[in-house]
């Protein structure tokens, strides 16, 4: 490769990585700046003071820590569930009207979607209604320990459908030879699954993965629609600072809060990425 | 393929927990669905939680929010309300379009071109590259959009389209995504057409195209969706209510004005919803053809 | 053809706000050819000035800065407001059908005005100046985002501290500075009832002292209990809802609850939910309303009324009505009881419009003037401003014009009966608005989840230790941040 020539690979490459350094990079690299300063409007350098104020903040510990559990429980459950929906619906005659089902939670308006479960969450909701009508009394699904599972509900709810598709394609991508050989030697289905077809899905499972982190982050939409700036404790993730940050002008602490979170998730990606690397050789 | 190792009483069982759970996921579109025919009164007292004069007289101390399937009568008068008495409401649903539809088609054109330069092209900061894009991409919204302000503003675009357009023709997921599929086609392939001689252009054109419909087809409903449901940019960078996208009208609405909320969400999202259709065959056609190789 | 329809909807709405603007413009008799300032720097260049659309801001600020325009030639001051679609509403009336189309100002509209705003500020630019309409102003204060106005103040010859109440120009001052200005002021105050009153307990009640609404609750007890013995009648203490009362009790002891120096919330000892149950309790015995939508009939007997704003009105015949009642009350038995105070004894006041000016602004000399334009006698003196103005020439000469009608465009001459009721009014303003010495810096998130929990709580949906809880733990988290 020691040609003058530049690589055609660099024309089809480089419009789009100008926009990206253009919109991202360079925007991003600014506001770092920021993270250092006392103030947005005329403010000094202060180092890392703002790193130390924030890592002592009670606030931020707390958003910190409540979007790792979240994700922490809701990402592998999502994928778990997901994976074995798809392993359900792949052999099913109307799986076409199954996968269009489960991916219609993708196209609802998160503004009506937070109306419907405020209907059916809040305290004098439908749910509630119900369990009063069984005689087990009201819950108080948005104000107490209960609103992380809720969260995942809804995100669940939400996300499902396009991981199952993915689990879908990559389950399809599974040359049929192997069952066949495995048939032959008489494994059962069981052992199928776990000798053929999980090794056989980890690239798609690395995919499935970061989609569900991206979306992770994108549930926050409908979770501040549902219960405000301030929820109850066990769901104030790292958005809610975030956003309360920026509602107070305090861009300093959401920057440094932005960098901190950037350096989590680039650790994060680079250990998916060996995952990846690891099981795909 | 219907040879399956498994029983029938497992295939029931299986079909019965598929049909409880697709039922679970239809509920919100079916609640809104039949909410956009109830009028407007009906709603209301549906979904109201507190007491009124009469409820007080008949001795209750509390009441339930319902969720109601059947409207009673069913009345198209919402959609009237909204489709003829707000007028702006057809406009709006046209900026939408002017936002959604550019970003998807230069997002799918810049992805696909910028997923095939990382495809071909080995150099050595080629990983660490993708690895920022992926940085890029898990970020939340909350942290990029005053950049994303200050760059419009640098641009003197911060009043148009274009600041919410061209970030999004830009954005780390497309690659992202197109990457990932293009690393599933077989090498081979490249390696055949280019001892036949056929430039990078065609072999992009001719071969790996056609391969990524599956790909494409998720890229561009993925997108959509995602900018047809836009807010916060919109709510940034738009100055004007008859430049709003429908996405903004509503989130406001669900707020405070319940009776139009089910017939407004059921006009917004009649059109994803056919994309929906249209792409999902598509998707189904790309796990067929990789399925086939 | 639906997309023309509505097209040209959109227009004709458009024009009848652009009229709306126009109707809305102060009579503009009185503005002067006056002599240009000479102070340091220029006053040139543009300006904005950005507000949340509530259709008075806007339209009083289209007609201030059309005549400041008009007075400084080579300066440009634009209005940057934020709109939302209003909605169309139809009505069948006496069988056309009647379109009015109406801005309805939800929270969403309000949360997205203020990110806007803050991206813009966060990024280095935003209006040079800001109405304070819907701002959370302590936010922006602690954070420098708004300049120091002292600067201006004292350099200015042009600037007299004297020609302005200079009590609530000291009040609004934040650690030491001036970085936000009123152009206008109120107070509460309460009227009671003398006939509902024995003549010795009317006599104690008859001061201008200062009131707190628990102490006027305690005060008319007894008196309570004696009119409202009979089976059918119901005179109620105060005209407002539960809900409403609630919300003052809590302006007034505000810091019982919250300790800012800490940063903690103290909602969980019992007193909270006393407040609470005893709120519930005055609506149980008929004391107000419990109902938030139910609402007194105009004229009906209460025994105080708590009023905010001592403005003369417009539809009296100031010949006519006897001195005192047009500020007292609706009957002529009502007799003044008092000004609000808090808990901590200080009188507090309140202001429609009030103007910051930028941190970021480039054009500060002319954003300054064009403050100071707003104080102006000229502006002051606008028929739509609210509240009584701030500057001392406009507020004596406004209310006579009031009284004389030429405010609205009939003038009649001034009789003898008129030219005391005048000094009588003035006299009494002034003698309350000198007692005014604090501008307390509501937290508008706390007071928004007060308002939101509490909400459940007299909609029966939730216990009060349930309130307490929730709030004790938004609160914490709140302040924690």
Known sequence: MKNRRIPPGFWFLLPGLLGFLLFYILPFGGSVGYSVMSQPVNGKFVGVQNYLSLLASPAYLRGLWNTVKFMGVSVPLNMALSLGVALLIRKKRHRELFTLIFLIPLVLPSGSMAFFWRVVFSYNGALNGALQGLGIGKVNWLDSALALPVMVLIFIWKNMGYNMVLFLSGLHSIPMEYYEAAWVDGASPRQALWSITLPNLAATSVLVCIMSVVNSFKVFREIYLLTGNYPHQSIYTLQHFMNNMFASLNYPKLTTATTILVCIIAVLTQGLLWLERRTSS | MNTTAFGNRKNLVSTVLLVCLG????LPLAVTLSGSFMSEGEITLNYTTSLSAFDKLDGLTERFAGLRLIPSPVTLKQYATVLINQPAFLLLMFNSIKIALPVTLGSLIISMATAYGFTIWNWRYKEALFIVYIVVMLMPLQAVLVPNYIIADALGIQESYLAIILPGIFSPFGVFLMRQSMKALPTAYFEAARIDGAGPMRIFFSLVIPQMKSAIAALCMLQFIEYWN???????????YTKEPLSVYLS????????????????????PFWFLLLGQKDLEKGIELSGVK | MKKAIALMLILCMAVSFAACGTENKPADGTSSAS???????????????????????????????NLFMAKYPGTKVTIKTFSTMPEVKVMEKDGATVMSSEITDDPVARADYLSKLNTELIGGGGADLLALDILPIERYAKNGQFAPLDEFMNSDPDFHPEDYRQNILEAVKQGGHTVFLPTDYSFNYATFDKSLFTPEQAETLKNEGTFTYAGLISSAEGAFASANAGADKKIRMLEQSARFLFGALWDENYSKFINFADRTANFTDGSFAALLEAVKGYADKGYIFSDENAEIISGQQVFFRVKSDMSLAYDLDYNKVSPIQFFDGGSENDIIGGIQANADGNIPFRFFRGYAMNANSKNQRTAWEFLKFLLSEEMQLSVDGMGLPINNAARAKKAEMSIDGSLYGEKTPMTEGMQNLLAEYQAAVERFSDRINAYPLADSTISAMIREETAH???????????CEALQSRVNLYLGE
């Open chain 3, 457 to 467: 709580f007299f909609d029966g949906a939730k216990t009060a230790s349930e309130v």
């Open chain 2, 230 to 240: 836009l807010v916060e940019q919109a709510v940034i960078f738009i100055k004007d």
């Open chain 2, 23 to 26: 039922l679970l996921f239809l």
């Open chain 2, 252 to 271: 406001r609405i669900a707020e405070g004005r319940v009776g139009l909320i089910f017939a407004a969400s059921c006009v917004f999202l009649f059109l």
């Open chain 3, 35 to 65: 002599v240009k300032h000479e102070v340091a720097g220029e006053i040139a260049g543009e300006i904005s000035i950005s507000c949340y659309d509530t259709m008075q801001y806007k339209a009083f600020l289209e007609a201030a800065a």
